[in-house]
């Protein structure tokens, strides 16, 4: 049976994940964001408690609800090591590691750059993966510790996914990545992906989730020709103003 994600938002652009496996009826965050949402939705769909908690990576906005969340329900906690730094972690994943929820295998890739233990979650059976702040529509973390070389390789990683595979990021950028592609990529397909962004944004509408057919087609950070470019595109995101 299948693996259900709720998707909707927490803090200011965040979003807050929620992962049924239809099976088992096990129910896993990805992230914390917001213990407080995270509570309000489980009430709200019906779902029982939380078991179990899977981050990313360690920064707060994606790990803040951790020690809540594990007071109020006793769920566990699986994370890389550098979750530690800042919030409970009960069970570290590496590269190659396998998370279940209930009988849904969440499979581990490390993807260093944005911090340098970040990893993303993949269930090839259901073609759904999180992608934390690796990957997001039309764009990719910033380089807060890790180097344009290891993103590089980071992205070329899940640039291996299937097409079908439906990209979970945790943040609502797509409106500013799309109009930063916009200024490196004039192919009438991306301003047509582009003002469709624009559009479900001005209906308020989520532009998460994605797939990789369209990131690989579109993204301007999997689309660089090599390491040298995907450097420059990045530092000239992290300066853009449009």
């Not at 279940?100 to 090839?124: K, N, Q, W, Y």
């Not at 992205?155 to 500013?176: C, F, M």
Request: charged share 25%; aromatic share 8%; glycine share 8%.
């Amino acid at each position: 049976m299948p693996l259900t994600v709720h998707l909707f938002p927490a803090r200011s652009d965040n979003y807050a994940f929620l992962a049924r496996d239809e099976a088992t009826g096990v129910v896993a965050a990805i992230d914390t964001p917001d213990a407080q949402v995270i509570l309000d939705a489980i009430q709200s769909l019906g779902w029982g408690k939380l078991d179990r908690i899977i981050n990313t990576h360690w920064h707060p906005d994606h790990t803040e609800g951790n020690a809540r969340l594990k007071a109020e329900t006793g769920c566990d906690i699986w994370g890389p090591e550098e979750v530690r730094k800042v919030a409970p972690l009960d069970h570290v994943v590496e590269e190659g590691d396998i998370v279940m929820i209930g009988e849904t295998a969440l499979h581990v890739t490390a993807t260093p750059g944005h911090t340098l233990g970040h990893v993303v979650f993949r269930s090839p059976k259901d073609a759904i993966a999180f992608t934390g702040d690796t990957l997001f529509p039309l764009g990719c973390g910033r380089l807060f510790e890790g180097t344009p070389e290891q993103m590089w390789d980071s992205l070329s990683r899940l640039l291996a996914w299937p097409d079908e595979t439906v990209l979970y990021g945790a943040h609502e950028y797509t409106a500013s990545n799309a109009r930063f592609t916009l200024s490196v990529d004039d192919r009438p397909e991306v301003k047509a992906h582009a003002d469709a962004i624009f559009a479900a944004r001005e209906r308020g509408e989520p532009t998460v989730p994605t797939t990789m057919k369209i990131e690989r087609a579109m993204n301007p950070f999997l689309t660089a020709s090599s390491a040298e470019e995907f450097a420059r595109r990045r530092a000239a995101k992290d300066d853009f103003a449009g």
